[in-house]
């Protein structure tokens, strides 16, 4: 039973490129949540989604963030025109319903240059 | 005012000694603690959650909860080399609604000394 998987798991972009983040959920498991993590900072709540809907998306910057939770396939964090104050450790977590009991994948250290 | 704060640390306790992690948080109307562990370079763990004020035990660890005072600690009994790591206390306000969505402190970092 694959745990929630992220890839890649260290993406490089120079400034002003697009980066994109994909996360699978845990099997069984319809609730996704973005968060990211600065260096000796905690986790910050991004956004939430379920399948084919954005619940919550209080946390993501109005610019340059979007995500996604297709019917079929990853959930993917978009990130255009990259920053270097992008440079984060981003990670996804999945639920089976809306109970708080995150499981988190390992994560997608991102360095801008 | 953070809105759930932790010590940085790091604290170090010796092998076999009782470590002691403490949270406070802002919102009074919070229900829902957690306390994760996140290995260097790795994704937080769920060890333990608690709802209720008090303590629950599960193991060697034991969370408590006092909601008057708005704090949430986590006690590591017999602590393990492998016991070092970071513990985020993370916290469902009010205002996550009926979803998973957490506030986290920025964690402690225990180092366990053999």
């Known amino acids: 039973n694959a745990g929630v998987m992220q890839n890649p798991r260290h993406l490089v972009r120079r400034r002003g490129q697009e980066a994109r983040l994909r996360c699978s959920p845990m099997?069984?498991?319809?609730?996704v949540y973005w968060y990211r993590q600065l260096p000796e900072e905690g986790l910050k709540f991004m956004v939430y989604?379920?399948?084919?809907?954005?619940?919550?998306e209080s946390g993501m910057p109005k610019e340059r963030f979007s995500a996604e939770f297709p019917k079929e396939g990853p959930s993917i964090l978009r990130i255009q025109q990259v920053v270097r104050g992008d440079s984060a450790a981003y990670f996804c977590?999945?639920?089976?319903?809306?109970?708080?009991?995150?499981?988190f994948g390992s994560g997608t250290q991102l360095s801008v240059l | 005012q953070k809105e759930v704060e932790q010590n940085s640390g790091p604290l170090s306790v010796p092998e076999g000694a009782i470590a002691s992690l403490n949270c406070t948080y802002s919102?009074?109307?919070?229900?829902?603690f957690f306390w994760y562990r996140q290995y260097s370079g790795k994704s937080p763990e769920l060890i333990m959650f608690?709802?209720?004020?008090g303590d629950k035990e599960d193991g060697r660890f034991t969370a408590q909860l006092n909601k008057a005072s708005q704090y949430v600690s986590l006690l590591i009994r017999d602590s393990q080399p492998s016991d070092s790591a970071t513990y985020l206390c993370?916290?469902?306000?009010?205002?996550?609604?009926?979803?998973?969505?957490?506030?986290f402190g920025q964690g402690t970092t225990l180092q366990v000394k053999p």
């Open positions: 977590a999945s639920s089976p319903d809306r109970a708080e009991k995150l499981f």
């Open positions: 919102d009074r109307g919070s229900q829902s």
């Open positions: 993370a916290v469902k306000t009010p205002g996550s609604g009926n979803t998973g969505k957490l506030i």
């Open positions: 099997k069984g498991h319809s609730h």
């Open positions: 608690i709802y209720s004020n």
């Open positions: 989604l379920q399948k084919e809907n954005i619940i919550d």
